[in-house]
Protein backbone atom coordinates (compact mmCIF):
# COMPACT_ATOMS: atom_id res chain seq x y z
CA UNK A 1 0.00 0.00 0.00
CA UNK A 2 2.56 2.66 -0.96
CA UNK A 3 0.77 6.24 -2.55
CA UNK A 4 2.77 9.28 -3.70
CA UNK A 5 1.44 13.10 -4.45
CA UNK A 6 2.36 16.90 -5.11
CA UNK A 7 1.16 20.02 -3.81
CA UNK A 8 2.50 23.31 -4.18
CA UNK A 9 4.10 26.37 -2.76
CA UNK A 10 2.42 29.29 -2.30
CA UNK A 11 2.49 33.64 -1.86
CA UNK A 12 0.83 35.61 0.27
CA UNK A 13 -1.86 38.42 -0.56
CA UNK A 14 -3.06 39.12 2.96
CA UNK A 15 -1.47 37.80 5.57
CA UNK A 16 -4.50 36.39 7.97
CA UNK A 17 -2.74 37.23 11.31
CA UNK A 18 -4.51 40.24 11.84
CA UNK A 19 -8.08 39.42 11.22
CA UNK A 20 -8.45 35.60 10.48
CA UNK A 21 -9.33 36.64 6.57
CA UNK A 22 -6.49 35.34 4.50
CA UNK A 23 -5.32 35.09 0.61
CA UNK A 24 -2.76 33.31 -0.80
CA UNK A 25 -2.07 32.28 -4.50
CA UNK A 26 -0.14 28.73 -5.52
CA UNK A 27 2.86 29.17 -7.61
CA UNK A 28 5.54 26.26 -9.37
CA UNK A 29 7.37 24.68 -6.48
CA UNK A 30 6.67 21.45 -4.70
CA UNK A 31 6.22 18.90 -2.09
CA UNK A 32 6.38 15.41 -2.95
CA UNK A 33 5.48 12.72 -0.35
CA UNK A 34 5.60 9.07 -0.25
CA UNK A 35 3.50 7.24 2.09
CA UNK A 36 3.72 3.64 2.97
CA UNK A 37 0.92 1.85 4.78
CA UNK A 38 1.82 -1.00 6.76
CA UNK A 39 -1.79 -2.48 8.74
CA UNK A 40 0.66 -3.98 11.31
CA UNK A 41 2.48 -0.88 11.93
CA UNK A 42 1.86 0.79 15.60
CA UNK A 43 2.27 4.33 14.62
CA UNK A 44 3.69 6.67 11.59
CA UNK A 45 7.11 7.37 10.91
CA UNK A 46 8.06 10.33 9.18
CA UNK A 47 11.08 11.18 7.39
CA UNK A 48 12.05 15.04 5.94
CA UNK A 49 14.70 14.71 2.99
CA UNK A 50 16.15 17.87 3.15
CA UNK A 51 16.95 18.68 7.28
CA UNK A 52 17.02 15.48 9.69
CA UNK A 53 16.13 17.52 12.50
CA UNK A 54 12.92 19.38 10.89
CA UNK A 55 9.80 18.13 13.39
CA UNK A 56 7.69 15.56 11.20
CA UNK A 57 4.77 15.39 13.49
CA UNK A 58 2.78 17.75 11.20
CA UNK A 59 3.55 14.82 8.15
CA UNK A 60 2.83 12.01 10.65
CA UNK A 61 -0.23 13.31 12.01
CA UNK A 62 -1.42 13.79 8.41
CA UNK A 63 -1.17 10.22 7.64
CA UNK A 64 -2.90 8.93 11.22
CA UNK A 65 -5.97 11.23 10.65
CA UNK A 66 -5.91 10.22 7.10
CA UNK A 67 -6.32 6.50 8.26
CA UNK A 68 -8.62 6.99 11.11
CA UNK A 69 -10.90 8.83 8.68
CA UNK A 70 -11.16 7.13 5.65
CA UNK A 71 -8.91 3.67 6.43
CA UNK A 72 -8.74 1.57 9.11
CA UNK A 73 -6.45 3.61 11.33
CA UNK A 74 -3.38 2.24 9.55
CA UNK A 75 0.30 3.32 10.45
CA UNK A 76 3.23 2.84 7.86
CA UNK A 77 5.78 5.67 7.06
CA UNK A 78 5.78 9.04 5.35
CA UNK A 79 8.85 10.80 3.73
CA UNK A 80 8.58 14.16 2.08
CA UNK A 81 10.68 15.45 -0.43
CA UNK A 82 10.48 19.39 -1.52
CA UNK A 83 11.68 22.84 -3.13
CA UNK A 84 9.71 24.76 -1.06
CA UNK A 85 12.26 26.06 1.66
CA UNK A 86 11.19 25.13 5.14
CA UNK A 87 9.59 28.30 7.17
CA UNK A 88 10.28 30.96 4.40
CA UNK A 89 6.82 31.93 4.39
CA UNK A 90 6.29 30.33 1.28
CA UNK A 91 3.67 28.13 2.90
CA UNK A 92 6.09 24.34 3.46
CA UNK A 93 3.82 23.66 5.98
CA UNK A 94 0.96 23.79 4.00
CA UNK A 95 2.21 22.02 1.06
CA UNK A 96 3.60 19.39 3.24
CA UNK A 97 0.35 18.23 4.88
CA UNK A 98 -1.67 18.38 1.38
CA UNK A 99 1.13 16.31 -0.66
CA UNK A 100 0.53 13.66 2.73
CA UNK A 101 -2.92 13.66 3.12
CA UNK A 102 -3.23 12.83 -1.03
CA UNK A 103 -0.51 10.34 -0.62
CA UNK A 104 -2.38 8.80 2.59
CA UNK A 105 -5.45 8.24 0.11
CA UNK A 106 -3.49 6.96 -3.04
CA UNK A 107 -2.01 4.76 -0.79
CA UNK A 108 -5.55 3.45 0.61
CA UNK A 109 -6.66 3.10 -3.33
CA UNK A 110 -8.74 5.94 -2.68
CA UNK A 111 -9.91 8.25 -5.91
CA UNK A 112 -9.17 12.05 -5.10
CA UNK A 113 -10.70 14.95 -6.99
CA UNK A 114 -13.19 18.20 -7.22
CA UNK A 115 -16.64 16.36 -6.75
CA UNK A 116 -17.28 16.58 -11.09
CA UNK A 117 -19.16 19.64 -11.52
CA UNK A 118 -17.25 22.28 -13.83
CA UNK A 119 -18.31 25.28 -11.41
CA UNK A 120 -17.27 26.98 -7.89
CA UNK A 121 -19.24 23.68 -6.41
CA UNK A 122 -16.35 21.79 -8.21
CA UNK A 123 -13.92 22.63 -4.84
CA UNK A 124 -16.73 21.63 -2.51
CA UNK A 125 -16.45 19.35 0.41
CA UNK A 126 -19.06 16.74 -1.06
CA UNK A 127 -18.26 15.06 -4.12
CA UNK A 128 -21.62 15.21 -6.56
CA UNK A 129 -19.33 12.48 -8.61
CA UNK A 130 -19.58 8.89 -7.80
CA UNK A 131 -15.89 8.07 -8.73
CA UNK A 132 -14.66 10.34 -5.89
CA UNK A 133 -13.80 9.62 -2.94
CA UNK A 134 -12.36 12.45 -1.55
CA UNK A 135 -12.65 15.72 -2.37
CA UNK A 136 -9.39 17.80 -2.56
CA UNK A 137 -11.15 20.57 -0.07
CA UNK A 138 -11.85 17.69 2.10
CA UNK A 139 -8.92 16.51 1.71
CA UNK A 140 -7.40 19.88 2.62
CA UNK A 141 -9.24 20.72 5.74
CA UNK A 142 -7.95 17.35 7.07
CA UNK A 143 -4.12 19.04 6.29
CA UNK A 144 -5.35 22.19 8.15
CA UNK A 145 -6.63 20.03 11.46
CA UNK A 146 -3.06 18.19 11.79
CA UNK A 147 -1.16 21.66 11.24
CA UNK A 148 -3.60 23.06 14.43
CA UNK A 149 -3.07 19.93 16.11
CA UNK A 150 1.00 19.76 15.67
CA UNK A 151 0.77 23.49 16.31
CA UNK A 152 2.51 24.78 13.19
CA UNK A 153 -0.04 27.43 12.20
CA UNK A 154 -1.43 30.46 14.22
CA UNK A 155 -5.08 30.65 12.21
CA UNK A 156 -5.30 27.11 10.53
CA UNK A 157 -3.57 29.07 7.56
CA UNK A 158 -7.00 27.83 5.40
CA UNK A 159 -6.12 30.42 2.81
CA UNK A 160 -2.39 29.12 2.48
CA UNK A 161 -3.83 25.63 2.52
CA UNK A 162 -6.33 26.15 -0.10
CA UNK A 163 -3.61 27.85 -2.45
CA UNK A 164 -1.91 24.98 -2.35
CA UNK A 165 -4.34 22.35 -2.89
CA UNK A 166 -6.20 24.36 -5.38
CA UNK A 167 -4.17 26.50 -7.10
CA UNK A 168 -4.95 29.78 -8.11
CA UNK A 169 -5.67 32.51 -5.44
CA UNK A 170 -7.79 31.85 -2.82
CA UNK A 171 -9.92 33.85 -0.07
CA UNK A 172 -10.58 32.19 2.72
CA UNK A 173 -11.52 32.91 6.71
CA UNK A 174 -9.73 31.20 8.81
CA UNK A 175 -11.91 30.91 11.64
CA UNK A 176 -14.89 29.05 9.86
CA UNK A 177 -11.92 27.27 7.71
CA UNK A 178 -14.60 28.36 4.64
CA UNK A 179 -13.33 29.32 1.37
CA UNK A 180 -14.81 32.55 -0.10
CA UNK A 181 -13.03 32.80 -3.50
CA UNK A 182 -11.23 30.71 -5.78
CA UNK A 183 -9.80 32.48 -9.33
CA UNK A 184 -6.72 31.21 -11.41
CA UNK A 185 -4.34 33.95 -11.91
CA UNK A 186 -0.98 34.27 -14.34
CA UNK A 187 1.54 35.86 -13.11
CA UNK A 188 5.20 35.48 -13.65
CA UNK A 189 6.73 35.25 -10.10
CA UNK A 190 9.93 36.54 -8.56
CA UNK A 191 10.63 34.85 -4.49
CA UNK A 192 13.56 36.39 -2.45
CA UNK A 193 14.67 33.90 0.41
CA UNK A 194 16.70 35.40 2.81
CA UNK A 195 18.65 32.78 4.59
CA UNK A 196 17.23 33.18 7.78
CA UNK A 197 14.23 31.18 8.90
CA UNK A 198 10.99 32.44 10.48
CA UNK A 199 8.47 29.73 12.07
CA UNK A 200 4.98 30.90 11.91
CA UNK A 201 4.52 29.68 15.42
CA UNK A 202 6.70 32.27 16.51
CA UNK A 203 4.89 35.31 15.15
CA UNK A 204 3.63 37.93 17.11
CA UNK A 205 0.11 37.83 16.74
CA UNK A 206 -0.25 40.85 18.73
CA UNK A 207 1.79 43.30 16.49
CA UNK A 208 -0.12 41.86 13.55
CA UNK A 209 -3.75 42.40 15.15
CA UNK A 210 -2.29 45.96 15.08
CA UNK A 211 -2.79 46.53 11.89
CA UNK A 212 -5.95 44.95 11.62
CA UNK A 213 -7.72 48.08 9.70
CA UNK A 214 -5.19 47.88 6.90
CA UNK A 215 -5.69 43.63 6.77
CA UNK A 216 -9.63 44.96 6.58
CA UNK A 217 -8.78 47.44 3.09
CA UNK A 218 -6.45 44.71 1.43
CA UNK A 219 -9.30 42.10 1.80
CA UNK A 220 -11.71 44.83 0.30
CA UNK A 221 -9.49 45.20 -2.59
CA UNK A 222 -8.87 41.00 -2.81
CA UNK A 223 -12.71 40.48 -2.43
CA UNK A 224 -12.61 43.14 -5.40
CA UNK A 225 -10.65 41.10 -7.74
CA UNK A 226 -7.79 43.47 -7.02
CA UNK A 227 -5.59 41.10 -6.32
CA UNK A 228 -2.19 43.24 -7.26
CA UNK A 229 -3.43 46.22 -5.38
CA UNK A 230 -3.98 44.10 -2.36
CA UNK A 231 -1.10 42.51 -2.06
CA UNK A 232 1.22 45.49 -2.08
CA UNK A 233 -1.09 46.93 0.85
CA UNK A 234 -0.33 43.82 2.92
CA UNK A 235 3.65 43.49 2.52
CA UNK A 236 3.81 47.24 3.66
CA UNK A 237 1.83 46.91 6.55
CA UNK A 238 2.74 43.28 7.52
CA UNK A 239 6.73 44.06 6.89
CA UNK A 240 5.84 47.30 9.53
CA UNK A 241 4.25 45.09 12.24
CA UNK A 242 6.80 41.86 12.16
CA UNK A 243 9.62 44.30 11.49
CA UNK A 244 11.11 43.23 8.29
CA UNK A 245 12.67 45.62 5.41
CA UNK A 246 10.27 47.14 2.86
CA UNK A 247 13.18 48.60 1.19
CA UNK A 248 12.53 45.17 -0.95
CA UNK A 249 9.07 46.01 -1.74
CA UNK A 250 10.20 49.34 -2.38
CA UNK A 251 12.33 48.74 -5.07
CA UNK A 252 10.10 45.96 -6.83
CA UNK A 253 7.39 48.38 -6.95
CA UNK A 254 8.07 50.50 -10.14
CA UNK A 255 8.65 46.88 -12.41
CA UNK A 256 6.20 44.63 -10.81
CA UNK A 257 2.53 44.38 -10.63
CA UNK A 258 2.52 43.52 -6.67
CA UNK A 259 5.18 42.70 -4.52
CA UNK A 260 4.93 41.79 -0.79
CA UNK A 261 6.60 39.73 2.54
CA UNK A 262 4.83 36.33 1.93
CA UNK A 263 3.18 34.85 5.24
CA UNK A 264 5.37 35.62 8.30
CA UNK A 265 8.47 35.78 6.18
CA UNK A 266 11.59 36.26 5.29
CA UNK A 267 10.64 35.78 1.82
CA UNK A 268 9.67 38.93 -0.27
CA UNK A 269 8.00 37.86 -3.69
CA UNK A 270 6.92 40.16 -6.62
CA UNK A 271 4.67 39.27 -9.71
CA UNK A 272 4.22 40.31 -13.09
CA UNK A 273 1.00 40.25 -15.13
CA UNK A 274 1.68 37.76 -18.10
CA UNK A 275 -0.26 40.90 -20.22
CA UNK A 276 1.34 44.10 -18.63
CA UNK A 277 4.72 45.38 -21.17
CA UNK A 278 5.31 47.51 -18.18
CA UNK A 279 6.37 44.84 -15.83
CA UNK A 280 10.41 43.76 -15.42
CA UNK A 281 11.09 41.26 -13.13
CA UNK A 282 15.06 41.11 -14.46
CA UNK A 283 15.13 45.04 -13.42
CA UNK A 284 13.22 43.73 -9.88
CA UNK A 285 16.18 40.18 -10.04
CA UNK A 286 18.77 43.49 -10.55
CA UNK A 287 18.08 45.47 -7.65
CA UNK A 288 17.45 42.54 -5.32
CA UNK A 289 20.45 40.80 -6.09
CA UNK A 290 23.09 41.70 -3.95
CA UNK A 291 20.94 40.84 -1.04
CA UNK A 292 22.14 37.22 0.71
CA UNK A 293 19.67 34.31 0.18
CA UNK A 294 18.27 32.88 -2.83
CA UNK A 295 16.51 34.12 -6.08
CA UNK A 296 13.92 32.17 -7.56
CA UNK A 297 12.72 32.87 -10.71
CA UNK A 298 8.55 30.99 -10.81
CA UNK A 299 5.09 31.18 -12.19
CA UNK A 300 1.82 31.10 -10.52
CA UNK A 301 -0.35 27.52 -10.80
CA UNK A 302 -4.11 27.27 -11.53
CA UNK A 303 -4.20 23.31 -11.38
CA UNK A 304 -3.12 22.62 -7.77
CA UNK A 305 -1.97 19.37 -5.68
CA UNK A 306 -2.73 15.68 -7.37
CA UNK A 307 -2.15 12.12 -6.68
CA UNK A 308 1.02 11.03 -8.60
N1 LIG B 1 8.84 19.27 3.66
C1 LIG B 1 8.26 19.15 4.85
N2 LIG B 1 7.99 17.93 5.35
C2 LIG B 1 7.40 17.78 6.54
N3 LIG B 1 7.04 18.79 7.34
C3 LIG B 1 7.29 20.04 6.92
C4 LIG B 1 7.91 20.27 5.65
N4 LIG B 1 8.04 21.59 5.49
C5 LIG B 1 7.52 22.16 6.60
N5 LIG B 1 7.07 21.23 7.46
C6 LIG B 1 6.47 21.47 8.79
O1 LIG B 1 6.02 22.80 8.84
C7 LIG B 1 6.72 23.54 9.85
C8 LIG B 1 7.02 24.95 9.35
O2 LIG B 1 5.80 25.62 9.22
P1 LIG B 1 5.74 27.20 9.06
O3 LIG B 1 6.55 27.84 10.14
O4 LIG B 1 4.30 27.57 8.97
O5 LIG B 1 6.48 27.47 7.70
P2 LIG B 1 5.84 27.86 6.29
O6 LIG B 1 5.59 29.33 6.39
O7 LIG B 1 6.88 27.52 5.29
O8 LIG B 1 4.58 27.06 6.13
C9 LIG B 1 7.99 22.74 10.11
O9 LIG B 1 8.42 22.94 11.44
C10 LIG B 1 7.52 21.31 9.88
O10 LIG B 1 6.85 20.80 11.01
O1 LIG C 1 -0.14 30.26 10.73
C1 LIG C 1 -1.01 30.96 10.17
O2 LIG C 1 -2.19 30.96 10.56
C2 LIG C 1 -0.64 31.82 9.04
C3 LIG C 1 0.68 32.02 8.74
C4 LIG C 1 1.15 32.96 7.71
O3 LIG C 1 1.81 32.27 6.68
P1 LIG C 1 3.29 31.58 6.76
O4 LIG C 1 3.07 30.21 7.33
O5 LIG C 1 3.74 31.52 5.35
O6 LIG C 1 4.18 32.43 7.58
C5 LIG C 1 -0.01 33.77 7.08
O7 LIG C 1 0.36 34.28 5.83
C6 LIG C 1 -1.28 33.00 6.93
O8 LIG C 1 -2.29 33.85 6.41
C7 LIG C 1 -1.75 32.45 8.27
Excluded at 7 to 21: E, I, K, R, Y
Excluded at 144 to 169: I, K, N, P, W, Y
Excluded at 175 to 197: F, G, Y
Excluded at 262 to 289: C, I, K, N, Y
Amino acid sequence: MEGRAAALGAGTVLNALATGTGAAFGIDVETRATVELDPAADGVEGKIAEDADADTDLIERCVALATERWGDGEGGRVRTDSDVPLAAGLKSSSAAANATVLATCDALGLAVGDGGRASDDAVGDDADDPAVDVTRLAACRLGVRAAREAGVTVTGAFDDATASMLGGVTVTDNDADELRVREAVDWDVLVWTPPERAYSADADVARCEAVAPMADLVADLALDGRYGEAMTVNGLAFSAALGFDADPAVEAMPHATAVSLSGTGPSVVAVADSDDPETDLDAVADAWGDRPGTLRRTTTRNDGAAVE
